[in-house]
């Protein structure tokens, strides 16, 4: 495997905690085989990618939106490209405002863009893009484009979660703490050490307090802090001055040295007792590991995210002087650091699985959006969308603002709300509602673009100006202008819509072989992938009973229609053929021109009953369950989720003769096209067979898997 690394300027000249983690990340993956490259400067980042083939860019620092920034632009430019990000991520907001008066009052993106400026002016890190400035949430599309994130402790992953909407695509990747050499314990440990660049959020001026209240109890040992002055906390330095004269006025032995280099940390920390962890914040501290890999007793801050991780082998205290001084008088019963925990090869290793398990950024378009209220395409979406985001893929689900859901949310997957005009526009709002997810889609240019159905994104998928230039699979739905409530001029415009769609796609998606043989006249490669079902809980002879009652049906004694009320689902003819033989139950939204005329035909009759759409899963499946004969009129259409749920519920079926029926249930089904084979099937619904054991061939893993190697495939 081949890794490219991008780091700050400042790595090696500003060394810190990245700096450690970020050389024994290197030399764990050469250990084990794998062609590593450091590079810190842009121009060098563009000649390595534009020389070489890389498999993975690796970099560090989420927060630091101008490092981000260049590999954010390689990914855009190199597709296939694998982007990996080490978060490291310290959320200063809290403590930028509390430093700074005016900080208060900045948006945030400007407080971040002016304190990129100060690192880059006072310590020579990079300077910002001015694109940066005007680029909607950065951290929040740095962390969606990339293909992984490693966090280095549980916690911090769940805030980057919580902080992102990211799911899966989130890892965690303990440090390792074998960098330094052990050198041998000095005869007499003596004094306490606090390790790290001098800055507020370390939070060394609460340690010097807390000798202060030390020294009030007797207790003598000295107190060192090693680390150098950050450029931009002038006052906080001065702060930590003034406490350090306090202190040594009364006596404490406190002094401030500078940053130790590597070599000489062994040996400071084999001679000193303990090491103290006081910051306001931490991902990790990583010089809690260093300390107890060379013996000495640990506190660390609670704030720190490692402090549970860690909490086994150290102390732990708030980052406050009493806290802090209490832990350290504490007695010290942590226990002994295995000598195998947190070792760097451990480290290598699960970041080369979290390089090969990463995944992708899969776009869908064309649905209602999630959670599924309206069924079809929205129960895909719904079932595929979440199947994907647990496996590590980033998901965009386009939604519509009609929506009656605003707040949902699923961790991996960003619920994109778009306009849709619909209830005002009639179906031009469609159009409309396709048109902006379209162009709100085209920026992230996503791994893999599922646009579902043609009928009013068709004219746009056609352009790449519209939809960009993303590998796009088109769902082709179940063949628009097959179905019978159209007119000649629409349907001729639906077979022109289904037309262009498929001139920007490089796949073709069907759901049904009878599709896929339609499909061939396009000479595309043509992917099937049915929907899925899950199995449904039968519910118990009194809950049955009730629901059945309630609605003035009997178990074992009705026929039952449950679908859209449009003529190419035969409504008309299974009422003409059954009504006479026994009750009827249709359920639907009788509320479109075809559905009033069924009820002005049909209504009087007193075997017919009305049931208004109500698609909550227990109360359609106990019709499903108490129906005699459950009749699948659909003509048109591939694999109808309606047909594979009424299979797992163990109806007799008797189906629409048809190629898409035909290829769902085979040769041995209940079919009809006329009254009097439906009429057979009423009399014969006893002997009908059921289709739970073919039902299972249809499960929404199976299905996600599917979309999930297909885009795979497109990403290339």
Not at 591 to 598: H, K
Not at 648 to 676: K, M, Q, W
Not at 703 to 708: F, G, K
Request: hydrophobic share 40%; charged share 20%; glycine share 8%.
């Amino acid at each position: 495997m081949k890794v490219l690394f991008f780091a700050r300027r400042t790595l090696h000249r500003q060394p810190g905690g990245d700096t450690v983690h970020l050389t024994q990340t290197l030399q764990a993956l050469q250990a084990q085989g794998h062609q590593v490259q450091l590079v810190t400067e842009t121009a060098d980042l563009q000649r390595a990618l534009a020389s070489d083939t890389w498999d993975i860019l690796h970099s560090m620092n989420l927060g630091r939106l101008a490092d981000q920034y260049p590999c954010y632009a390689a990914r855009k430019a190199h597709p296939r490209l694998k982007w990996a990000i080490s978060t490291v991520w310290v959320d200063y907001s809290a403590y930028d405002r509390k430093r700074s008066f005016l900080l208060r009052f900045l948006p945030t993106p400007w407080v971040e863009f002016a304190k990129m400026l100060g690192r880059a002016l006072l310590s020579g890190d990079r300077w910002p893009t001015i694109g940066l400035l005007f680029l909607r949430q950065p951290l929040h599309k740095m962390a969606w484009s990339a293909d992984v994130l490693f966090t280095s402790t549980d916690t911090e992953a769940a805030r980057i979660r919580q902080a992102t909407g990211l799911g899966a695509s989130v890892r965690t990747v303990a440090l390792g703490r074998d960098h330094l050499p052990k050198a041998p314990a000095a005869p007499v440990r003596r004094g306490w050490v606090v390790l790290g660049r001098v800055e507020g959020l370390k939070n060394q001026v609460a340690a010097v307090e807390a000798w202060i209240l030390l020294k009030g109890r007797g207790f003598d040992a000295p107190l060192t802090l090693y680390g150098d002055a950050a450029p931009n906390h002038g006052r906080y330095v001065r702060q930590l001055r003034d406490a350090l004269s306090r202190a040594q006025a009364l006596g404490v032995d406190a002094q401030w040295k500078p940053a130790l280099a590597p070599e000489e940390v062994p040996n400071v920390l084999a001679a000193s007792t303990g090491v103290l962890v006081p910051s306001l914040f931490e991902t990790f501290g990583l010089t809690a590991l260093e300390g107890l890999h060379a013996g000495c007793d640990v506190v660390i801050s609670s704030a720190a995210e490692s402090a549970s991780l860690l909490a086994p082998y150290v102390r732990t205290a708030s980052p406050h002087a009493h806290a802090l001084a209490e832990a350290i008088l504490a007695p010290n019963i942590a226990l002994p650091l295995p000598s195998e925990a947190f070792t760097w090869e451990a480290a290598g290793t699960a970041l080369v699985k979290g390089y090969a398990d990463a995944g992708h950024f899969i776009a869908f378009t064309g649905s209602r959006g999630m959670p599924n209220r309206y069924g079809g395409y929205e129960e895909m979406v719904d079932h595929v969308g979440r199947g994907l985001a647990d496996l590590g893929h980033r998901v965009w689900i386009s939604t519509s603002s009609a929506h009656p859901d605003r707040t949902y949310h699923y961790p991996g997957i960003q619920r994109a709300r778009h306009l849709d005009p619909e209830s005002w526009m009639g179906s031009a709002g469609q159009f409309v509602y396709d048109w902006i997810s379209l162009r709100a889609l085209k920026p992230w240019q996503p791994d893999a673009h599922f646009a579902l159905g043609t009928t009013s994104s068709g004219p746009w998928l056609r352009w790449t100006f519209w939809r960009g230039r993303s590998p796009l699979a088109v769902h082709m739905d179940g063949l628009e202008w097959m179905r019978g409530k159209y007119p000649p001029a629409v349907r001729a415009y639906l077979r022109r819509a289904e037309a262009w769609a498929t001139h920007g796609a490089q796949v073709l998606v069907s759901d049904n072989p009878g599709i896929s043989a339609h499909l061939q006249t396009y000479q595309l490669p043509i992917e099937e992938i049915a929907y899925g079902v899950e199995s449904p809980s039968p519910l118990s002879d009194e809950a049955l009973t009730q629901t059945l009652e309630e609605n003035g049906l009997v178990s074992g004694g009705y026929a039952l229609l449950l679908c859209r009320l449009v003529p190419e689902n035969n409504i008309d003819l299974a009422l003409d053929a059954l009504l006479d033989e026994g009750p009827v139950a249709v359920l639907g939204d009788w509320s479109n021109t075809y559905a009033q005329t069924l009820l002005k035909r049909f209504g009087a009759h007193p075997h017919f009953i009305r049931i208004h759409a109500n698609f909550d899963p227990q109360f359609t499946q106990a019709l499903r369950q108490g129906c005699r004969i459950y009749v699948h009129g659909h003509s048109a259409g591939g694999t109808n989720p309606g047909l594979l749920q009424a299979m797992a519920a163990g109806c007799r079926i008797s189906a629409h003769d048809n190629v898409f029926n035909r290829a769902v249930l085979g040769p041995n089904a209940s079919y009809f096209s006329t009254l009097s084979d439906l009429q057979t099937a009423w009399k014969q619904a006893d002997h009908l067979p059921t289709f739970t054991a073919e039902s299972t061939h249809y499960t929404w893993p199976a299905v996600t898997q599917a979309y999930a190697n297909l885009a795979s495939r497109l990403r290339g």
